[in-house]
Nanobody, 124 residues
């Protein structure tokens, strides 16, 4: 019953920044842990970041730690991913996700609701 729509993807040079947004509809996401995954060409979808329902605690894949910041605005039913110091290896389709149960830690292994993705391309 939750629909997620990502936006903000595009082409950026290495070292640049991009901010992704994910707007949820259908239900409030205030009680849901949420996160971001990405899928590079020819590779499997992998965990990027997660945040607790209140936005207090965050988790990151080692590959993006220190460069990406996940945040949320529950009043606006929106999730964000601020991406700084982008590298060509970050090129992928980025997916917004939410869990109806469990914790933000559980986001690392899967989710209940998914967006359709937004493409991020980082050039050298």
């Amino acid at each position: 019953q939750v629909q997620l729509v990502e936006s903000g993807g595009g082409l950026v040079q290495a070292g640049g920044s991009l901010r992704l947004s994910c707007v949820a509809s259908g239900r409030t996401i205030s009680g849901y842990p949420m996160g971001w995954f990405r899928q590079a060409p020819g590779e499997e979808r992998r965990f990027v970041a997660a945040v607790t329902s209140t936005g207090v605690i965050t988790y990151y894949a080692d590959s993006v730690k220190g460069r990406f910041t996940i945040s949320r605005d529950n009043a606006q039913n929106t999730l964000y991913l601020q991406m700084n110091s982008l590298k060509p290896e970050d090129t992928a389709v980025y997916y917004c996700a939410a869990r109806a149960s469990g914790t933000a830690t559980a986001m690392r292994v899967g989710a209940d609701y998914w967006g359709k993705g937004t493409l991020v391309t980082v050039s050298s």
